[in-house]
């Protein structure tokens, strides 16, 4: 049973109303803001500029800075900003400075536009590295800013701001560009970012175990430097874990690989079963957001009342199970009541699941290296799935959709296994503890 199995339900949703996870969903907003502005928002404006569908291709590779963020995680965990730090401390001077390169990013892509494509690119990849570096920055406030209990609730707070930030540069951007026109879009969203700032401005800096390194310009302050932002935070992270550390890393790759498997054939599965590109936004991208944040904040008030572990199982065998939904949608006609039906179940479960899975990733850093090692899980956490989705479309065209729902499914036992592990040994921890 969770510790806080005692505290009443109407104190377990209290939580939302604390003013750091309120300002989670804030900075949230700020995170999801540019993501889809150098993803799927952009590859529209390319493809109304008439840019070849090779081209657009490449911009792709723009993505692969928010999975390689760890690379200059330790430099964000320890290298003050000068005067930017001293005023607002290590984790706000970084997320201000993120949002800045975001703004300036989406300003000098409405001034370059599709007519100049090395311009765009470079100013896409201004505001893709820019936004990283915020993601970084955001995900170590929110460990440092609350203790392990409201951990799921900041988490919830999160990913509902980042929900709708998606929304708003998904189908906002592409409204404001049919009404307007792309510059206005772009600017628009470039104006959002002032959200974030302000959010940041407002916030206290959480108090850190250890400060920041200085960065000495010499070969043995150098070494100095590495040795303590790079190389600690990994063996920290090894000598509190001992043997259990490679099953806690293997538990991490592979928790989201059923949810991430499916993602990338939704919609054409949408499509392929007969249902129509209205039906698909009105039901999976706008009812889906509000059934998803529904999961999320479910799964933050119960990390609070139960702790996580029972949360971590609970939503990965939902993710499994609503997998098997879909494998059974595929046998149907295409009527838009069962597509409501899984939808909701996909997207509660998915909410939940990743609301569970953040906090759980955050409760197994320390303090003393929190960038560092966040960007480590986040990282790994995606990884395997985006790999393993490459070969979703083959196994859809050598044996069908039924078959593939249902292998992504079977997916999701290892995650559910290992938590069972894992859970297994943190009681046994805390039974042996005085």
């Known amino acids: 049973m969770g510790a806080a199995d005692h505290i009443t339900w109407i104190e377990t949703f209290r939580i939302y109303t604390h003013p750091r996870v309120v300002a989670m969903a804030f900075l949230g907003f700020s995170a999801g803001l540019p993501f889809l502005l150098v993803f799927s928002t952009l590859t529209a404006w390319l493809t109304e500029g008439e840019v070849s569908r090779s081209t657009i291709g490449f911009f792709a590779w723009i993505g692969i800075t928010y999975s390689i963020k760890v690379l200059w995680a330790p430099i964000i965990d320890s290298v003050s900003l000068g005067l930017l730090t001293k005023r607002l401390g290590q984790r706000r001077s970084w997320m ?17 536009g599709p007519g100049s494509l090395l311009l765009l690119s470079l100013s896409a990849l201004l505001v893709a590295l820019s936004s990283a570096t915020q993601d970084v ?11 392990p209990e409201h951990q799921g609730a900041m988490s919830a707070s999160y990913v509902f701001g980042y929900r709708l930030a998606l929304l708003v540069a998904g189908a906002g951007a592409l409204y404001l ?12 969203m470039a104006a959002l970012m002032l959200i974030g700032m302000i959010t940041v401005l407002l916030i206290s800096e959480p108090q850190r175990e250890r400060g920041a390194i200085p960065l000495v310009l010499s070969a043995s302050g150098m070494r100095s430097w590495f040795r ?27 928790y989201k690989l059923s949810d991430i498997a499916m993602g990338i054939m939704a919609n054409p599965f949408y499509l392929d079963l007969g249902y129509s590109k209205i039906q698909i936004a009105e039901v999976a991208k706008v009812f889906g957001f509000f059934m998803s944040v529904t999961g999320s904040f479910l799964c933050g008030a119960l990390v609070v009342k139960w702790g996580l572990m029972r949360p971590l199982l609970i939503g990965a065998v939902a993710v499994a199970i609503t997998n098997l939904f879909f494998a059974a949608l595929s046998t149907q006609e295409p009527k838009i009541s069962y597509l409501v039906v899984v939808i909701s179940a996909d997207n509660i479960s998915g909410g939940f699941a990743a609301t569970a899975f953040i906090a759980y990733l ?4 320390n303090k003393a290296y929190t960038a560092t090692q966040y ?4 990282s790994m956490m995606t990884l395997p799935g985006k790999f393993l989705s490459g070969f979703s479309g083959v196994v859809v065209d050598g044996f069908g959709y039924f078959e593939f729902f249902v292998v992504a499914a079977c997916l999701g036992i290892p995650s559910i296994l290992l938590v069972l592990y894992l859970a297994r040994i943190k009681d046994r921890g805390q039974s042996s503890q005085p």
């Open 177 to 188: 560009a049919e009404y307007f026109s792309w510059t206005m879009a772009y600017l628009v």
């Open 375 to 378: 960007a480590l899980f986040s």
């Open 137 to 147: 920055s955001i995900d170590a406030y929110r460990i440092e800013a609350a203790i």
């Open 228 to 254: 303590g932002a790079v190389i600690d935070p990994f063996v920290d992270f090894f000598m509190r874990n001992g043997k259990t550390a490679i099953i806690i890393l293997t538990f991490i790759g592979v």
């Open 362 to 365: 955050s409760s197994l850093t």
């Open 96 to 112: 201000l400075l993120g949002q800045l390169g975001i703004a300036l990013g989406l300003v000098l892509m409405t001034l370059t």
